[in-house]
């Protein structure tokens, strides 16, 4: 045993920042991880889509605060996959392409939500909010992102809207883009613009899509 105790300590840090940096580092790795698992196990019919949205939601919330406080540290997810041999391909699609849990996605489990009149209102309200905030030049991130997926939801508990609907294809757009932008990004004005003018349009494509005794 006294040979042992001649070996020198190994640390893998120097100081308080950088020991924070590997607790991040392993965050990230869990998450990522984690989301993986969660998604073979959707897939797999082991979560029901009631348990899965919000796990998976609370997942990608999570990974996209750790990715803006990362962004020096690791400005490339994928690559930081890559040196710590991650192979993890439904992860990146929900975390880094997708940003959306699949069952809002993919109109899954939210559809048979009940109340088609508290949904179309839902929606109504989601659209004025967003298209206000955007007016009010709210065009952080983590301002709009969180209104796109909420309308994206709401949109999702209509029955009568398709998965193409005009609405949630460029809704989801949106979020797909934004999600690959840090939390303090802002769009540029023409961004801004455009997002306003697919909000509008999508918005009365809504509007007449509805039956006409609504």
């Keep these: 045993m006294a040979a042992y105790q001649d070996v020198p300590e190994v640390k ?115 659209y004025i909010t967003a298209m206000d905030s955007l007016k009010l030049n709210m065009v952080a991130v983590d301002q709009i992102h969180p209104l796109l997926l909420d309308l994206l939801s709401s949109l999702n508990r209509v029955p009568q809207l398709t998965p193409d609907f005009e609405g949630n294809v460029k809704t989801r757009d949106w979020i797909a883009r934004l999600n690959k932008m840090n939390a303090a990004d802002e769009l540029t004005e023409q961004q801004a613009r455009q997002l306003l003018f697919d909000l509008d349009s999508s918005y009365n494509a809504f509007i007449n899509s509805l039956p006409k005794s609504s």
């Design 12 to 126: 893998l840090w120097n100081d308080k920042r950088e020991r924070e940096m590997y607790e991040n580092f392993a965050d990230l790795f869990a998450i990522i991880k984690t989301t993986e698992k969660l998604e073979k196990a959707y897939v797999r019919d082991v979560i029901s889509p009631k348990d899965y949205e919000p796990a998976c939601a609370k997942l990608i919330a999570q990974f996209r605060t750790l990715k803006t406080s990362l962004k020096d540290t690791v400005p490339d997810v994928e690559r930081f996959m890559a040196a710590y041999k991650m192979d993890c391909p439904a992860a990146v699609n929900r975390l880094i392409v997708s940003g959306v849990p699949a069952t809002v996605e993919h109109k899954g489990a939210s559809s048979s939500d009940s109340g088609t009149a508290a949904a179309v209102a839902e929606c109504v309200q989601h």
